[in-house]
């Protein structure tokens, strides 16, 4: 089938469409990975954004949904150079097509997908418009040109209802704002006491599951959409060990005074080098994100920054021990990418199990 995918800026490509049939707004936003596009797909801070993959080719160890960071895609499509139609892999239960068929996304294949991430790259971050079923370039643009940014990405991907995961360990509150399995995983298997809450929790009603510490999970769009979020990191301050991972990294240098600011075209992949400031170490990391903190604003907030990407110098990580705050932009979670910093999660478990004696 015929599709087309079309930028703001006038630019459209014509390629093989698959998945739904239909059109589908979005931030054209590209992420570099080899590998890790169901993590990706089902990344929940990729709602409201279409995904494009710089690797030229995608879905060749198919899918299983073992892999999965959510109940499903959140990306809103997807645009690759080639899809594999024949995957191998002796986990893989279904290939990328049907994935797409079943979960009722659309993408885009056989599309020069190095041109439109320089055009990305130089132009910034584009609103686009992919529909499946139509070559019609022109329309593709226009559609892309009244597309309205969504300011409510986050109620559409955090829980309706707090869960919980029993263990031995301190209790930990993450609030929701789209999390990532492998976070709420990765506190589980260090045997703490989840308690995962919607992202709409006040802070009393935080409070009022006796928390260790409370972890702000990573999330879709503007972290100044996060009015609760930032209030609950406001009340928290101080009170009791508070973490931070992408958007709630970013929440919490709002919280304390810090501004935040849109990236030309981000960061997302599973090799962004981050510059350890105090151990001097390279750490390589997985990142997801078009945001990021103001290092001229965090002066005078109490926070320090401790770690800054080698590339482009923005800030990695934040922290204040003595109100036992701290946070990372990137994913030490991985999934995908490299697990250079799950030593993350102890630290986190050990710091809420110090607030917890
Ligand atoms: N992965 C995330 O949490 C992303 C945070 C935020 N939505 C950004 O793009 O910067």
Redesign the pocket.
């Known amino acids: 089938m015929k599709a087309v995918l079309g930028l703001e800026d006038g630019t459209y490509v014509v390629g093989e469409g698959f998945g739904r049939e239909g059109v589908t707004l979005g931030e054209l936003v590209f992420a570099t990975p080899y590998t890790g596009y169901e993590e990706a797909l089902t990344d929940p801070?990729y709602k409201g954004q279409i995904l494009l993959f710089t690797y030229p080719l995608i879905g060749n160890y198919g899918v299983n949904p073992e892999s999965f960071q959510s109940d499903g895609i959140k990306a809103e499509a997807l645009v690759v150079r080639e899809k594999c139609v024949h995957p191998s892999h002796p986990r893989y239960r279904m290939s990328l097509d049907e994935f797409l068929c079943r979960e009722g996304v659309s993408g885009i294949a056989e599309v020069d997908t190095r041109m439109l991430t320089i055009k990305t790259r130089r132009h910034g971050t584009m609103r686009s418009a992919l529909i499946v079923g139509s070559d019609d370039g022109e329309k593709a643009c226009e559609l892309a040109r009244g597309m309205e940014m969504d300011h409510r990405l986050i109620e559409k991907v955090t829980c309706r209802q707090p869960y919980e995961i029993k263990g031995n360990g301190p209790r930990i509150v993450v609030m929701d704002f789209g999390v990532k399995k492998n976070i709420v995983n990765s506190l589980a298997r260090r045997g703490v006491n989840v308690i995962v809450v919607p992202a709409t929790t006040s802070y009393q009603a935080v409070m009022d599951y006796r928390p260790d510490a409370i972890l702000l999970s990573?999330?879709?769009?503007d972290?100044q959409d996060a009015r609760n979020g930032i209030e609950v990191a406001r009340q928290a301050a101080g009170n009791l060990p508070l973490f931070g991972i992408?958007?709630g990294h970013?929440i919490i240098g709002l919280a304390m005074g810090a501004n935040t600011y849109k990236l030309k075209f981000?960061h997302r992949g599973a090799n962004q080098p981050v510059i350890d400031l105090v151990e001097k170490k390279v750490y390589i990391t997985s990142q997801?994100?078009?945001?990021a903190v103001d290092p001229q604003s965090v002066g005078g907030t109490g926070l320090e920054v401790t770690q800054t990407n080698a590339n482009d110098g923005t800030v990695e990580a934040m922290k204040n021990d003595r109100m036992r705050i701290m946070s990372v932009q990137y994913h030490p979670e991985a999934c995908p990418g490299p697990r250079d910093t799950n030593w993350l999660f102890d630290m986190i478990v050990k710091k809420a199990g110090e607030s917890h004696a």
């Open positions: 801070s990573n999330g879709p769009g972290p992408c958007l970013q981000g997801n994100h078009g945001y």
